[in-house]
């Protein structure tokens, strides 16, 4: 998932976008509870229980990870039932911050 983020500054741009990417796990998790297993930024591992009780470090945790060029992803299980018998397929979903731009021309 690319983001393409605008914003008074580009600190606050990588603020956004970092807040985009907590709320996106968080709201997945919620609608389907259990799904996602974790989110991974650089070489740390943030369970969703973790993540649930400590949004601010883990947001601060997502901006030092971007700021140092450290890759963040999601890593979920799906339940597959066609073709055969039913499984759990691992999906993961990588957030990339594109560009950044100030609102000033």
């Known amino acids: 998932e690319d983001h393409f983020i605008r914003g008074p500054s580009d600190q606050q741009g990588l603020l956004i976008h970092c807040q985009r990417v ?3 796990v968080l709201r997945l998790h919620h609608k389907t509870p259990h799904l996602v297993a974790d ?3 650089g070489q740390s591992q943030w369970t969703i229980s973790r993540l649930l009780r400590d949004h601010k470090s883990a947001l601060a945790e997502l901006i030092r990870c971007y700021k140092s060029g450290q890759h963040v992803w999601m890593v979920a299980f799906v339940f597959w039932r066609e073709c055969g018998e039913p499984r759990y397929v ?16």
């Open 90 to 105: 691992g999906v993961e979903k990588a957030f990339c911050l594109c560009f950044t731009s100030s609102g000033r021309s």
């Open 22 to 24: 907590l709320q996106s």
């Open 39 to 41: 989110l991974r930024l």
